[in-house]
């Protein structure tokens, strides 16, 4: 494996400069932001190996950047930074798809063992058998986040993969969409319902190869995934 690449979110510039060189002179590649608001353009841009993001930060925080690298990246390990760990924050981060949390301050050799920890429990993953369900006429891989319709493979973000597995984990019975809310955002806010139904339409998209599959509406309730 060549050298690590490392995207560092810190707003303490002082602090991210004592970290981005700490970690270069120990052979790490390091891509530094300070704003919360640019973090997700970037992470797109640089491709990192690994995600170090802390909490609290100016315009947009780690865990809103965490839950859109998610969307995009279900595998690439995250580690959060901060320098309060309330059980709260604790839930919230990992229900967020977050591997570690570090508590501030923390000195380099903590970083390091941290980072190569969850890079060593991701490069077991694919040891795993690959977890594949049949939907209707389409192969889903759970696991890899891939749905097939035989002739192409379409590689889902984080949050699509989580609501066919919670659709197809419960097909044909009714889901309360609030429960559905609760279990991929953690609560049902406005927003975020608003979201679940740009996944739903997503999905029903991805979906329609197979005419036999229907995510139906149950009308001030939820959803019933049929397979015909």
Do not use: H
């Amino acid at each position: 494996m060549g050298a690590i690449k490392v995207f560092y979110v810190e707003d303490e510039l002082f602090l991210g400069k004592i970290v981005k060189e700490s970690l270069e002179t120990r052979g790490f590649i390091v891509t530094m932001e300070s704003d919360g608001a640019k973090a997700v353009d970037v992470y797109k841009k640089c491709e990192p190996d690994v995600c170090v993001l802390d909490v609290m930060l100016p315009n947009k925080d780690g865990f809103a950047i965490a839950d859109e690298i998610r969307q995009l990246n279900g595998d690439v390990p995250i580690i959060f930074l901060t320098a309060k760990v309330q059980t709260e924050d604790v839930v919230k981060g990992f229900s967020l798809g977050g591997n570690d949390y570090i508590r501030k301050p923390f000195s380099m050799e903590e970083l390091i063992v941290r980072i190569q920890n969850v890079l060593r429990s991701k490069n077991e993953t694919p040891l795993k058998p690959v977890d594949t369900v049949s939907i209707g006429k389409l192969q889903f891989q759970k696991n890899r986040q891939i749905l097939t319709n035989g002739w192409e493979d379409r590689k889902l973000s984080f949050r699509e993969s989580e609501l066919l597995k919670i659709l197809y984990d419960n097909r044909d019975k009714v889901i309360d969409r609030k429960d559905i809310l609760n279990l991929l955002w953690g609560n049902d806010s406005f927003f975020n319902s608003r979201n679940l139904d740009v996944y739903i339409t997503k999905l029903r998209g991805y979906l329609k190869d197979d005419p036999s599959l229907e995510i139906i509406t149950i009308k001030g309730i939820g959803y019933r995934f049929v397979i015909s």
